[in-house]
Nanobody, 121 residues
């Protein structure tokens, strides 16, 4: 059985930095994409940044230059480094893992439970 667990989050002031981390716990045959999404109240969940197994990253324009993503393939972890945060970054941030669990044998998508990030002005 696999589980995606997020760490970090909390209350920060505008302009500060914050790091979110996520681990895909359990045995995987392969982990393809790891990503961070966010969802603000009343809005749809949106992609923030993703990284594939080759290390190729995607960062949405709204956070480009402020947020970065990196992963550790050996540990199945992914980190979202957030700098110069703004009040509009306030959201629940979700970790997403697209991989093949060893006990399942097929590609599945797994979400974490989310972690709240609140940026005060």
């Amino acid at each position: 059985q696999v589980q995606v667990v997020e760490f970090g989050g909390g209350l920060v002031q505008s302009g500060e930095s914050l790091e979110l981390s996520c681990v895909a716990a359990g045995r995987f045959i392969q982990v393809h994409v790891m990503a961070w999404y966010r969802q603000a109240p009343g809005k749809q969940r949106e992609l923030v940044a993703s990284v594939d197994e080759s290390g190729r990253t995607t960062v949405v324009d709204s956070v480009k230059g402020r947020f970065s993503i990196r992963r550790n393939n050996a540990k199945n972890t992914v980190i979202l480094q957030m700098t110069n945060v703004k009040p509009e970054d306030t959201s629940v941030y979700y970790c997403y893992v697209d991989g093949v669990p060893a006990n399942f044998g097929v590609r599945v998508e797994t979400w974490g439970q989310g972690t709240q990030v609140t940026v005060s002005s």
